[in-house]
């Protein structure tokens, strides 16, 4: 890749990731994170630009057509996608670009960026990732048992990746991310 570095973040809904991710971008100046759109609602306290860009499902149709996504996928009902100009743009100007999306949309961009590094954020166990679910208390029971089933697809899929986080310890977690993205950064100066 020209100048920056292209990382892609997945992990089962629950896992941490977002949490892990938050952390990380404190202590990593050059990071920057992609924000996604999404045809799902807000959560409470979700911000359209900041969370996600909210759209229909029309305007995220058009989107496909006018191939302004990176990559998009269908996730639990909704689409997701990582609009295509805002990452070529932060990668080219020597970014460390954070993708924070599922797998099918992870296994896009492996296949189209060859170079991008693969990072899997796994839960202690399915059942710890229940637990977490339930415990966030934004999703109702449909949801969550939607979110299950997408996990175990996803855990199957950890193999896809070049290196794989176990979310225990959040600090810990956060720490060994830290320090994969720094590796990653001398490796290429
Ligand atoms: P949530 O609805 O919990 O915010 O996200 C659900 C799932 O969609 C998560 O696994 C998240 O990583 C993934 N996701 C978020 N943005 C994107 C995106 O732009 N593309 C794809 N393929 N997945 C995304």
Redesign the pocket.
């Known amino acids: 890749m020209a100048q920056g570095d292209l990382f892609v ?5 629950g896992a941490g ?2 949490t892990v991710i938050a952390r990380v971008l404190e202590r990593a100046p050059r990071v920057w994170l ?1 924000v ?3 045809t ?1 609602s807000p ?1 409470e306290g979700e911000r359209d630009g900041v ?2 860009f909210f759209l229909s499902k029309e305007e995220f149709e058009r989107g496909i057509e006018q191939d302004d ?1 990176l ?3 269908q ?2 009902g ?1 689409y ?3 609009p295509r100009r805002s990452v070529e743009d932060h990668v080219a100007a020597g970014d460390q670009v954070i ?4 797998v ?3 296994l ?1 961009v492996k296949e189209r960026m060859p170079e991008a590094k693969m990072l899997f954020i796994a839960p202690p166990s399915l059942e710890v990732l229940e637990q977490r679910l339930r415990g966030r208390g934004t999703e109702d029971e449909a949801t969550i048992r939607k ?1 299950m089933e ?1 996990a175990r697809v ?1 855990l199957s899929q950890e193999k896809e990746y070049d290196v794989c986080f176990v979310n225990d310890r959040l600090d810990q977690c956060v720490d060994e991310v830290v320090a994969y993205l720094e590796e990653q950064a001398a490796n290429e100066a």
Do not use: V
Not at 9 to 13: D, K, L, Q, T, W
Not at 99 to 102: F, T, V, Y
């Open positions: 973040i997945s992990g089962p809904s990731k977002g992609s996604s759109a999404t799902r959560r969370n996600y996504f990559e998009w996928a996730y639990a909704n997701y996608g990582t993708l924070e999306i599922e099918q949309g992870a896009q979110r997408a996803e």
